[in-house]
Nanobody, 123 residues
């Protein structure tokens, strides 16, 4: 079992940056692949990025690659999503998720979720 707590969301102007964090409980954090998903108002929750257990492999939604960077610090049981050049369409609640083993882009493959953090990008 792992519990996830996101932080770092807020209001930012277009073109700005934010860094989201997701802190996990438990002593086996390094055995969990992690992912970020987001849900914009009135839309389905969508995949953002995923990272392997070691952090050496990452995968991004195509439209986000180059602007977002996903990293992890297993010693701190924390993952980070650095978001640069933010656009109004990035406005959403961002959720981190965890699953044992390899990462996936499919929400249903993740049994553990945080409560979400709001990111609002103004134009």
């Amino acid at each position: 079992q792992v519990q996830l707590v996101e932080s770092g969301g807020g209001l930012v102007q277009a073109g700005g940056s934010l860094r989201l964090s997701c802190a996990a409980s438990g002593r086996t954090f390094s055995s969990y692949a992690m992912a970020w998903f987001r849900q914009a108002p009135g839309k389905e929750r969508e995949f953002v990025a995923a990272i392997s257990t070691s952090g050496t492999s990452t995968y991004y939604a195509g439209s986000l690659k180059g602007r977002f960077t996903f990293s992890r610090d297993n010693a701190k049981n924390t993952v980070y999503l650095q978001m640069n050049s933010l656009k109004p369409e990035d406005t959403a609640v961002y959720y981190c998720a965890a699953r044992s083993g390899v990462y996936s882009t499919i929400q249903a493959h993740y049994p553990y979720w945080g409560q979400g953090t709001q990111v609002t990008v103004s134009s």
